[in-house]
């Protein structure tokens, strides 16, 4: 049986609380993914293959252990999730990803965890520029 998650890290030359203070905004999701073009506390536009969709987002932080994990429900119901950490690594932060596959028919599971695997490790590069650089 073929995995349906992936997980992927990146080190961050960043401390781990401003790291995890800046992902735990939903408001910044659309500064560093693709997938939302807009994002707040309960509710996001989703960037699909076939347009915009809006979302309801819920963001479920717990600072004290450094877990961001997030539940999107689509219009018509299905939930996708998504779990995170930023962990202290001295100086600097590692922020790991769990990347569920998205809801979608079974026939299409594998080439659509594909393809956000390779939009996350953009993503993950996109965030490490920011919080190293520019934030």
């Given at each position: 049986?073929k995995?349906n998650?992936?997980?992927q890290?990146?080190?961050i030359?960043?401390k781990?609380?401003?790291v995890?203070e800046?992902?735990?905004?939903?408001?910044?999701?659309?500064?560093?993914?693709?997938?939302f073009v807009?994002a707040?506390k309960?509710?996001?536009?989703m960037v699909?293959?076939?347009?915009?969709?809006?979302?309801?987002l819920e963001?479920?932080?717990?600072?004290?252990n450094g877990?961001?994990?997030w539940?999107?429900?689509?219009?018509?119901g299905?939930?996708?999730k998504?779990?995170?950490r930023v962990?202290?690594?001295g100086?600097?932060?590692i922020y790991?990803?769990v990347?569920l596959?998205?809801?979608?028919?079974?026939?299409?599971?594998?080439?659509a965890?594909s393809?956000?695997k390779?939009?996350l490790?953009?993503e993950l590069k996109?965030?490490?520029q920011i919080?190293?650089?520019?934030?």
């Open positions: 049986m995995n998650f992936d997980v890290s990146i080190g030359k960043s781990a609380n401003k995890y800046f992902i735990a905004k939903p408001e910044n999701l659309s500064l560093w993914t693709k997938a807009k707040d309960t509710s996001a536009i699909t293959p076939n347009g915009e969709l809006p979302i309801e963001t479920i932080i717990a600072k004290e877990t961001i994990d539940v999107m429900t689509m219009p018509d299905s939930v996708g998504a779990f995170s962990s202290e690594n100086e600097n932060a790991s990803f990347l596959a998205p809801p979608v028919p079974l026939e299409q599971l594998e080439g965890l393809e956000q390779l939009i490790a953009d996109r965030l490490k919080l190293e650089h520019n934030y």
